[in-house]
């Protein structure tokens, strides 16, 4: 073959174009053209690269699609079928409005790692947390193994990129005396009961609105976790399954949680009597005056109104499981216990959770097992 003919100048340089293979799809030849190069010298060099590679089958062109059409193609096509609604929503809003936005005007095969890592400093800059920017690490990481994977391009350049470590942040909880003045003030009221389980169970909101009286057991004081409640933008309130097996679990409860709910059962009872038709029941322990299921964010407005009647430190409701399980700890039970109740995939994600509790616990132990081996001495001396 003769590559010097091959080799044609134009007005920015030398460019070539050669066969590099069949197309897999219709199995006709496919040509390339690349240039332009400054020299006929580089040409042929580039040339001779070129075509080794595709004598050996190792030659691959890198895609020039856009980066923002392939992220929308990878959204839909690959992302969202894998995980559950609501979070195909919440990562929409992240791919969209930070990476979507930051890399659109680039070709998916130009994006660099130094590209990824002045991403996350801007990010950093204008002040997200390590744990978002995280997130999006997490995303782009996920979408270029995919264009890998699709033969878009060589290597993702998020692997050997560096996003900013995630600081741990200690959670906020009530103390037992700031649960109870909670508790105290909303006592025998129609707002008692989703906030009565948050605390006693640390159920999520979602899944206390989703809990229904076929998932109690009074008899065995146990209450199943079948199904949880969402808002999702455009679709409304749904219910979805749980997250994970473990997050569909049994949770047992206290005599007194159990007098409580059936106190508000026979409530309910005699509201579904006096609306009759008007009452759509849906089985639902929280919910409407007519049965309808609760919005989960006018119940977070009434949280917010609540807790400031309450006079008790502003906490989020996610935080009444954090509350339910420090109290728990600090009372000495068992980590696979706690982890259990709040359906954690391994105890060690309890653990790493409330690590500060297992501290002062360490403490503890250390003055226990003094008191122990001394008492043991003093009556073998005695």
Request: charged fraction near 30%; aromatic fraction near 10%; proline fraction near 3%.
């Amino acid at each position: 073959m003769n590559f010097d003919k091959l080799i044609k100048e134009k007005k920015k340089g030398f460019y070539f174009r050669i066969d590099v293979g069949k197309d897999p799809f219709t199995g006709k030849r496919k040509q390339a053209s690349f240039g332009p190069f400054r020299t006929k010298t580089e040409a042929k060099k580039e040339l001779l690269k070129i075509k080794n590679q595709v004598d050996d089958g190792s030659y691959f062109k890198e895609s020039t699609e856009d980066f923002s059409m392939f992220m929308e193609r990878w959204f839909n096509t690959s992302y969202k079928r894998t995980v559950e609604i609501t979070t195909a929503k919440s990562r929409e809003y992240v791919i969209r409005n930070h990476i979507m936005k930051y890399f659109q005007h680039k070709k998916i095969n130009e994006i660099t790692t130094f590209d990824i890592d002045s991403f996350y400093v801007d990010k950093l800059d204008s002040g997200y947390s390590g744990a978002y920017i995280r997130q999006m690490h997490n995303l782009l990481n996920q979408a270029f193994d995919q264009a890998v994977r699709w033969s878009l391009i060589k290597v993702n350049p998020v692997k050997n990129a560096k996003p900013p470590k995630v600081k741990s942040e200690e959670k906020i909880t009530w103390t037992v005396d700031e649960v109870n003045r909670f508790l105290n003030l909303i006592k025998n009221s129609s707002t008692e009961i989703p906030y009565l389980l948050a605390i006693f169970t640390g159920m999520r909101r979602g899944e206390v609105l989703g809990l229904k009286w076929d998932d109690v057991d009074f008899e065995n004081k146990k209450i199943r976790i079948k199904r949880s409640l969402c808002f999702v933008s455009g679709k409304g309130l749904i219910f979805k399954e749980p997250k994970t097996k473990k997050s569909k679990r049994q949770i047992s409860i206290s005599q007194h949680v159990v007098n409580v709910l059936k106190k508000h059962k026979q409530k309910q009872e005699f509201q579904k009597e006096k609306l009759g038709t008007q009452y759509q029941d849906n089985n639902l322990i929280v919910c409407t005056d007519d049965g309808k299921p609760l919005d989960p964010r006018n119940l977070l407005r009434q949280f917010y109104r609540l807790i400031e009647e309450a006079n008790v430190p502003r906490i989020s409701f996610h935080d009444l499981r954090h509350t339910h399980a420090t109290i728990l700890m600090q009372q000495g039970e068992n980590p696979k216990v706690v982890s259990d109740r709040l359906g954690h995939s391994r105890v060690g994600i309890t653990l790493d959770l409330y690590s500060h509790v297992s501290d002062d616990l360490q403490e503890q132990a250390a003055e226990k097992f003094e008191n122990a081996l001394l008492k043991t001495e003093s009556k073998t001396f005695s």
